[in-house]
C-alpha cells in the first residue's frame, strides 16, 4: 500500500506525509476533511470509521476546541491487511462572527421582541478586559477625551499638567499651553473645545475656525466665574448647556452655553471631581469627598449613591451601553459599574495616580478605553478581550446586555432611523456587525402576533393552581419535537430553557430552571424548532401574572 493523504481548509501536516509515517499533528479552526489516494486499486478506506472514496474529500469532520483524534484507515485489497494513520487536529480559537437583523422598526410603548445576534463564529467571551497597553508618553497627562463633530474628522485630546498644555492628537498639535492644571476636557457637536483648569480656576472655550491637517482653534473665550479648582466638564450635546464640577467649591454647577447663567445642582455633594451625561440625561459625578459616585437622574436635583467603595474617584465616562467606568486615583485602578449600577468590578489595576478614563465612542473601537497613568507620564490603552459593546446609546427605554448581546425592553421616545454598531470579542479577537433601528409613535390599532406551521404561542399565563393556563402552552408543537424553548427576562437574561418543550417534563409554570419564583411581568421567548431539514425561529413576548 503507497497512499497520499491531503488535509483541507488550509490545514498542513507535521511532518509531510509519507507511508511509513502513522501520526501527524495539525492546526485547524471549526472543520477539517482529509482526502486519501490510495496506492493501489481496491483499496478502501475509512475515516472516524465513515468510509470515503479514494481520492475524494471526506465531508467536514466539526472540531472542538483542543485536541481532535481523525483515524485513517486504509484496508489492502486482499481484505485483510490493514494500516493506520492518525491524525491529532488542535484546534484553535476563533472570532465570533455575529450579525443581527438588519433593520428593525418599533413602537413607542410597545415591549419588543428582544433583538437576538447570531454568531457563527467561536464563543463570545464574558465581559473582560486585557492589560493596558502603552499608548502615548506626555509628562504629566491629566484629561482625556475625543471631539463630538457632527461632521468630519474627530480627533482625540489630552491635557497634560505637568507643562499646562492641551493637545489635539491628530498631528500632535498644542491647542494652547496657556493653562495651569487643565484637569477637565469636553467638546460639543460643532467641534468646540471646553477645558476646566483646576489651577486657574477657570473654565475656557475653543472654537473650531478651520482645518489644516488639524483643527484651528480660534482665541480662547472665559465662560462664567466664581470657580474654585474645578477638575470635570461635560457638555449635553443637544442643548449645549454646560456642567462643572467646581471640586474647590464642593459643588455641581450648570452653566449657559454663553457662560452667563450659572446654577447650582444637586444636593447632596461633597466635593464634586468629574462629571459625565448619558445620552438619556442623567449625570453621574465622581464625589471623592465620600469616595462614591453619584447619579442625578434626568429632570432631578438629587444626588443619590450609585457605587461606593473607592479611595479617590476622579475621571469618570460612559459606554454606549450605559455602563460607567471610573479611574480611581487612590486605588490605582479603573472600575466599570454597570448600567444599573448592579455589579461593580474593577477591571484594571497598577496604575499609579489614574485621573482620566475615556470610553471610545467612535464605532470601529466600541469597547475600547484610555487611561492617565498620570503619575508615570504616560497614556494607556486597554482593548476588551470579552463582551458585548454597542455604540451609539439605544433609543430610550431600550436595553443592551454586555454579556448575551441581547436587545430588549420598551422603547419611551420616538427614534429617528440610526445605524448602531456592535463589537464582539473573546480570546482570539474580535467581529463587529451594523444594524438599524427606528422607533415611530403607536399607530391607530394593535398588532397581533405571528404565527407560522401552525405554531400559536399562548402570550399569557397564570400560574395559580387554579387549572387554567397554570402553564405556558404553545398549540401545535406536537407536529415539531425537535424544537427548544428559551424564555430571557427584559435584560436579556435566560431564566428558563427546555428542548422537547410540550412533553410532560418540560413547561414553564413562572419558575426559573433553577426552581426559582418568577416575578410577574412581560417576558420574552425564541422558540427554535426543525421542520424537515430546515431550522426556524419564532420570537415574541408573553404575559406572567398570578
Known amino acids: 500500500m503507497h497512499e497520499a493523504m491531503n488535509p483541507a481548509y488550509g490545514v498542513s501536516l507535521e511532518p509531510v506525509f509519507t507511508a511509513k509515517t502513522f501520526n501527524y499533528h495539525a492546526f485547524g479552526h471549526e472543520f477539517s476533511a482529509v482526502k486519501i489516494i490510495t496506492g493501489e486499486p481496491n483499496e478502501t478506506v475509512t475515516i472516524n470509521g465513515t468510509a470515503i472514496t479514494s481520492g475524494v474529500f471526506s465531508d467536514p469532520i466539526p472540531l472542538k476546541l483542543g485536541d481532535n483524534i481523525i483515524t485513517i484507515k486504509v484496508t489492502a485489497q486482499d481484505g485483510i491487511t490493514t494500516q493506520t494513520y492518525t491524525i491529532t487536529v488542535t484546534r484553535q480559537l476563533t472570532a465570533p462572527r455575529i450579525a443581527y437583523n438588519a433593520k428593525n422598526t418599533y413602537v413607542t410603548g410597545t415591549a419588543i421582541v428582544p433583538l437576538i445576534p447570531t454568531n457563527a463564529g467561536d464563543s463570545v467571551a464574558a465581559p473582560a478586559f486585557g492589560k493596558p497597553v502603552f499608548y502615548l508618553g506626555a509628562v504629566k497627562p491629566v484629561s482625556l477625551t475625543r471631539s463630538l463633530i457632527k461632521s468630519g474628522v474627530r480627533p482625540m485630546f489630552f491635557g497634560d499638567a505637568g507643562n499646562g498644555t492641551v493637545y489635539q492628537l491628530m498631528g500632535s498639535v498644542a491647542v494652547s499651553s496657556d493653562f495651569n492644571a487643565p484637569y477637565g476636557l469636553a467638546t460639543d457637536t460643532e467641534g468646540a473645545l471646553y477645558v476646566a483648569d483646576a489651577g486657574k480656576s477657570s473654565i475656557t472655550k475653543f472654537s473650531v475656525t478651520g482645518f489644516n491637517f488639524s483643527y484651528v482653534y480660534g482665541p480662547p473665550v472665559a465662560l462664567g466665574s466664581g470657580f474654585n479648582a474645578p477638575t470635570g466638564i461635560a457638555v449635553d450635546p443637544s442643548s449645549g448647556f454646560i456642567y462643572v464640577a467646581d471640586n474647590g467649591n464642593g459643588l455641581l454647577k450648570k452653566m449657559s452655553p454663553d457662560g452667563t447663567t450659572i446654577t447650582t445642582i444637586g444636593t447632596g455633594l461633597v466635593k464634586p471631581a468629574g462629571v459625565a451625561l448619558d445620552a438619556y440625561g442623567n449625570l453621574y459625578v465622581t464625589d471623592n469627598g465620600d469616595n462614591t459616585v453619584k447619579k442625578i437622574a ?211 409554570d413562572g419558575h426559573s430552571n433553577k426552581g426559582k419564583l418568577q416575578k410577574p411581568g412581560d417576558y420574552f421567548y425564541l422558540l427554535e424548532y426543525k421542520a424537515g431539514t430546515q431550522v426556524k425561529r419564532k420570537t415574541g413576548y408573553i404575559l406572567l401574572k398570578y
Not at 471610573?326 to 472600575?335: F, M, N, Q, R
Not at 394593535?446 to 397564570?462: F, M, N, P, R, Y
Open 298 to 508: 434626568a429632570g432631578s436635583n438629587t444626588a443619590t449613591v450609585f457605587a461606593s467603595g473607592f479611595r479617590n474617584p476622579f475621571g469618570i465616562s460612559i459606554d454606549g451601553g450605559g455602563n460607567i467606568y471610573v479611574a480611581d486615583k487612590g486605588l490605582g485602578t479603573i472600575v466599570r459599574v454597570s448600567a444599573s449600577g448592579s455589579s461593580k468590578v474593577t477591571i484594571c489595576s497598577g496604575f499609579s495616580g489614574p485621573t482620566s478614563v475615556f470610553a471610545e465612542n467612535i464605532g470601529f473601537d466600541a469597547g475600547v478605553l484610555y487611561v492617565t497613568d498620570t503619575n508615570r507620564g504616560r497614556i494607556d490603552k486597554i482593548t476588551p478581550v470579552g463582551g458585548y459593546y454597542i455604540l451609539p446609546a439605544l433609543p430610550a427605554g431600550l436595553h443592551f446586555n454586555a454579556v448575551t448581546g441581547v436587545i430588549s425592553g420598551t422603547p419611551t421616545a420616538v427614534s429617528s432611523l440610526t445605524n448602531y454598531v456592535v463589537y464582539a470579542y473573546n480570546g482570539s479577537g474580535v467581529s463587529w456587525t451594523t444594524f438599524r433601528i427606528v422607533v415611530n409613535a403607536p399607530p391607530g390599532g394593535l398588532a397581533t402576533q405571528e404565527t407560522s406551521d401552525g405554531i400559536l404561542v399562548h402570550q399569557a399565563l397564570s400560574p395559580n393552581g387554579d387549572g387554567l393556563n397554570d402553564v405556558l402552552k404553545i398549540d401545535g408543537l406536537n407536529a415539531f419535537p425537535d424544537n427548544k424553548l428559551t424564555i430571557m427576562n427584559k435584560d436579556g437574561a435566560v431564566i428558563f430553557a427546555a428542548k422537547n418543550y410540550g412533553s410532560n417534563l418540560a413547561a414553564f
